[in-house]
């Protein structure tokens, strides 16, 4: 598997708080995604990278940031934490963008928001 | 918008019995991706098709892209409780680079 790593694997907080999580590749590859999924919608994008500090929007981006200060690492932020966003997160990583490559994605984080 | 539809959303197989699973868009494809998630896990590539009438093998998983490059087929000939988990076709010609994915189709398979 390719060098992703997701933290933390789990968590549960409450509805208001910030939550950040983070996803980590070794691969030096240019492209990092963030993804959602929930029953019933198989996988939606969120945000994208193509390069340090070059972020766009996804499909469901509102109530997320993200940013990306190293090719190694993206964060994605909930600033303030709805029921709405519990899922499951999945990071993903490409050396090329549009649709040429494979992507390859991370363990996932399982985020419960009460 | 773009979006490729994934049928069955849910197939139950006896083990040793083939399955398929169809994927069709309303738009045509740049190409195509296939992706594996076993349950609890995250999805995995398992091919790409990028031309028209090609086919593909892998071990018992046979890909098909249509001549049109508007539907796709993956076939399971001979089930195995390994293959158990949510298969997804991809339109991997995002116009953000993403992937845009099926809802899948999940198999469960009965020893």
């Known amino acids: 598997d390719a060098g992703i790593t997701q933290s933390p694997r789990h968590k549960v907080t409450e509805t208001g708080t910030p939550v950040t999580l983070r996803c980590h590749q070794t691969?030096?590859?240019?492209?990092m995604y963030w993804y959602r999924q929930d029953p019933g919608h198989g996988l939606r994008l969120i945000h994208y990278?193509?390069?340090?500090?070059?972020?766009d929007k996804g499909e469901v981006s509102d109530g997320y940031s993200v940013s990306r200060s190293k090719t190694e690492d993206f964060l994605l932020t909930l600033e303030s934490a709805t029921s709405s966003q519990t899922s499951v997160y999945f990071c993903?990583?490409?050396?090329?963008?549009?649709?040429?490559?494979?992507?390859?994605f991370g363990d996932g984080t399982r985020l419960s928001i009460l | 918008g773009q979006q490729v539809m994934q049928i069955p959303q849910y197939q139950h197989v006896q083990e040793g019995e083939d399955f398929t699973t169809y994927c069709n868009s309303s738009?045509?494809?740049?190409?195509i991706q296939w992706y594996k998630q076993r349950p609890g896990g995250h999805p995995v590539f398992l091919i790409q098709?990028?031309?028209?009438?090609e086919v593909k093998k892998q071990k018992r998983l046979t890909f098909q892209f249509g001549e049109a490059k508007k539907n796709s087929s993956l076939h399971i000939t001979a089930t195995q409780t390994t293959d158990v988990g949510t298969y997804f076709c991809v339109d991997s010609r995002g116009s953000q680079g993403n992937l845009i994915f099926g809802k899948g189709t999940k198999l469960s398979v009965k020893p």
């Open positions: 993903a990583i490409s050396g090329i963008g549009f649709g040429n490559q494979p992507q390859h």
């Open positions: 738009t045509t494809l740049s190409n």
């Open positions: 691969e030096n590859h240019r492209y």
């Open positions: 990278s193509y390069g340090v500090k070059d972020t």
């Open positions: 098709l990028v031309k028209s009438g």
